[in-house]
């Protein structure tokens, strides 16, 4: 799989997780961190994700506005990432200026570890939402989702996207969207209601 060179601003860092289903059953991998780059890849300038691990991020701290440069393999399979190119060498800060604002609404801050995204839960958003106001916000996240259809068969599978914040419940952007409902075997479908996302974020006050 040929690498390549790609270079430019981050826009945004979050973290990069993927989400199983399997009707009422959810469970999280936790893969590292996704960069939202502006700049050129193999001299095609564009705006692209690349997905790195968490080693990487807590050795460069890369947040909003910092400049970076590395190389990277094209993801083969689209519906397992929410990313354009992982595996990435030669990664390194070339410049830019962080941003550390932090009092409203997108956060552009460094993100925090993986075990604390896990500790605070989160909530559905939506994925308009997401687009429009939550995609550079280090507790906005975009998750590529694998279901298995029917558990006697795990072969059978669905793929989609579904778009999450981890961030605090007194958010004025946050919108929830609509509840989400997965797939199941003969036809049957589970919805996951509001209280899922109330008893995940249960443990955090609205400023937290």
């Known amino acids: 799989m040929e690498k390549v060179e790609w270079e430019g601003c981050i826009i945004s860092v979050q973290p990069r997780i993927r989400l199983n289903r399997s009707f009422d059953e959810r469970s999280h991998v936790y893969l590292g961190y996704s960069l939202q780059v502006d700049g050129p890849v193999d001299a095609i300038r564009k705006t692209f994700w690349v997905g790195i691990g968490k080693a990487a991020q807590s050795k460069h701290q890369f947040s909003f ?18 990313v354009d190119y992982y595996r990435v060498s030669g990664l390194r800060v070339t410049g830019g200026s962080r941003d550390d604002s932090g ?19 989160h909530r559905r958003l939506s994925a308009k939402t997401y687009d429009s106001r939550c995609s550079s916000c280090i507790w906005g996240c975009k998750m590529p989702v694998v279901i298995i259809v029917d558990h ?6 669905k793929y989609r996207f579904e ?9 004025g952007f946050y ?34």
């Open 163 to 171: 778009t999450f914040c981890y961030g605090p419940k007194s958010c």
């Open 103 to 121: 009092k409203v609404p997108p956060w552009h801050g460094v993100p925090p570890t993986l075990e604390t995204y896990r500790a605070r839960g």
């Open 152 to 157: 006697w068969n795990p072969s059978e599978r």
């Open 65 to 82: 506005g910092v400049a970076a440069e590395g190389k990277a393999v094209a993801t083969p399979d689209p519906r397992m990432e929410a």
């Open 175 to 208: 919108r929830p969207g609509p509840t989400r409902k997965v797939p199941g075997r003969r036809g049957m479908t589970w919805e996951e209601e509001d209280w899922v996302d109330e008893e995940a974020v249960s443990h955090r006050g609205d400023n937290e």
